[in-house]
């Protein structure tokens, strides 16, 4: 069983739609990040957090500590928020910060 | 300012080479992460440098991979007689983490390496 698991796997949306992708993790952690990954390989962090919400515009990022659980929001959906977006966790008193990844959720927003 | 940097960003080479990865992290970060990231599916950790001193190797998959940061900014990962299952993207990740606390990482674009 990974470590880290997203839902869903592929998701296809239509411009405007509220997204959420879900991610769950098996192991303590000391912080847990969104990351979005576009064509071509780059990585872009979104959210880094322990507790809580964040929002940066249009996104909004919740972890739920005890039940181990963090979603990712993504309101009004744009196609230009097509990418493949990754959760990561830092292991609690893992190898110094190194994080452990989702397989990813690719996302497709159709205008 | 720059971001983190790594070239070449791809590679093609025959099975059985030695390829060398380069990553140029933003200056005056402390840590520095090599990560795999097979086709489809999420970056895998290979290796993690605080400064110049390699502190966790426990990702790098054979003895073929080595990375060295030995001035403690530029780092290399060499891979040694490629083998077809050494294709993927290399990620280089940098960040200011120093200790316990959680830092943001900062990636490059990566590598994409492929062994024919």
């Known amino acids: 069983k990974n470590e880290v698991e997203q839902s869903p796997q592929n998701l296809t949306a239509q411009e405007g739609e509220f997204i959420t992708i879900n991610c769950s993790y098996s192991?303590?952690?000391?912080?847990l990040h969104w990351l979005q990954q576009h064509p071509g390989g780059g990585i872009v962090s979104l959210f880094m957090?322990?507790?809580g919400k964040k929002k940066h515009g249009r996104l909004i990022a919740t972890i739920n500590i005890q039940e181990k659980h963090s979603s990712l929001h993504i309101t009004a959906s744009h196609p230009r928020d097509s990418a493949v977006y990754i959760c990561?966790?830092?292991?609690?008193?893992?190898?110094?910060?190194?994080?452990?990844f989702g397989k990813g959720t690719k996302l497709s927003v159709k205008p | 300012g720059a971001g983190v940097s790594q070239s070449p960003r791809y590679k093609v080479a025959k099975r059985g080479q030695d390829v060398a990865l380069r990553c140029d992290p933003i200056s005056g970060h402390v840590s520095l992460f090599w990560y795999q990231q097979a086709l489809g599916q999420g970056p895998e950790f290979l290796t993690y440098f605080q400064n110049e001193a390699q502190l966790d190797k426990s990702g790098l998959p054979s003895d073929r991979f080595f990375a060295e940061r030995p001035e403690g900014s530029v780092s290399t990962l060499k891979i040694q007689r490629t083998q077809q299952e050494d294709s993927a993207v290399y990620l280089c990740a940098s960040s200011l983490r120093v200790g316990g606390a959680s830092y943001e990482q900062y990636f490059g674009p990566g590598t994409r390496l492929t062994v024919t």
């Open positions: 990561a966790v830092q292991n609690y008193g893992g190898s110094q910060g190194n994080l452990i």
């Open positions: 957090l322990s507790s």
């Open positions: 192991v303590g952690i000391s912080a």
